[in-house]
């Protein structure tokens, strides 16, 4: 069964940190681009980031650009995501998608306030 | 960046009967490799987002055949032959093809 499993949504103060994780299992992992989707409180749904099978090639959406990043490990079936200098905006349920959304996790809640 | 509007974006409808829902982008979505990137998701409440059609009109496995997706140019639409009470929730179209990918607003269909 295909399975996506995010981690390390939390609450956490405007202009700090957080590293979200996705372990996948269920599927060749190194094969497909992955991707980061999030969904503020009550809103529509917002591509925050890709990364190709390899890693070679990344892709942000221009509001995350310089504050978030992407990344994989295929040894360990797993993709992250570094967001740094959080915002309020920021505030939303992450998801990890295979690709152009085949399949997604439950999501992570990711909360920035004060 | 492309702009994928969607309508309505609410539709109530009757248990039974057909429902559409519409979808314009504001440039082709034709890639380069040929395909053309136009996805279509559901989101039943409090659940995650669900892939249903890919690439226009091709249905994901598991998805009821009353699903079906359609273009005309940069015209989409996401029909649903009769409604069905599990259908409840909101539709987002979704196009691939150019970066950033970006989604539709959403279109809430719910039960009359």
């Known amino acids: 069964e295909v399975q996506l499993v995010e981690s390390g949504g939390d609450l956490v103060q405007p202009g700090g940190s957080l590293r979200l994780s996705c372990a996948a299992s269920?599927?060749?992992?190194?094969?497909?681009?992955m991707s980061w989707v999030r969904q503020a409180p009550g809103k529509g749904l917002e591509w925050v980031a890709n990364i190709k099978q390899d890693g070679s090639e990344k892709y942000y959406v221009d509001s995350v650009k310089g504050r978030f990043t992407i990344s994989r490990d295929n040894a360990k079936n797993s993709l992250y995501l570094q967001m740094n200098s959080l915002r309020a905006e920021d505030t939303a349920v992450y998801y990890c998608?295979?690709?152009?959304?085949?399949?997604w996790g439950q999501g992570t809640l990711v909360t920035v306030s004060s | 960046d492309v702009v994928m509007t969607q309508s309505p974006l609410s539709l109530p409808v009757t248990l039974g009967q057909p429902a559409s829902i519409s979808c314009r982008s504001s440039?082709?979505?034709?890639?380069?490799?040929?395909?053309?990137?136009l996805n279509w998701f559901q989101q039943r409440p409090g659940q995650s987002p669900r892939r249903l059609i890919y690439k226009v009109f091709n249905r994901d496995s598991g998805v009821p055949d009353r699903f079906s997706g359609s273009e005309s140019g940069t015209d989409f639409t996401l029909k649903i032959s009769r409604v069905e009470a599990e259908d409840v929730g909101i539709y987002y179209c979704?196009?691939?093809?150019?970066?950033?990918?970006?989604f539709g607003q959403g279109t809430k269909v719910e039960i009359k």
């Open positions: 998608a295979r690709g152009r959304g085949s399949c």
């Open positions: 979704m196009q691939g093809t150019h970066w950033p990918w970006t």
């Open positions: 269920g599927f060749t992992f190194s094969s497909y681009w």
């Open positions: 440039q082709s979505l034709v890639h380069s490799d040929g395909n053309t990137y």
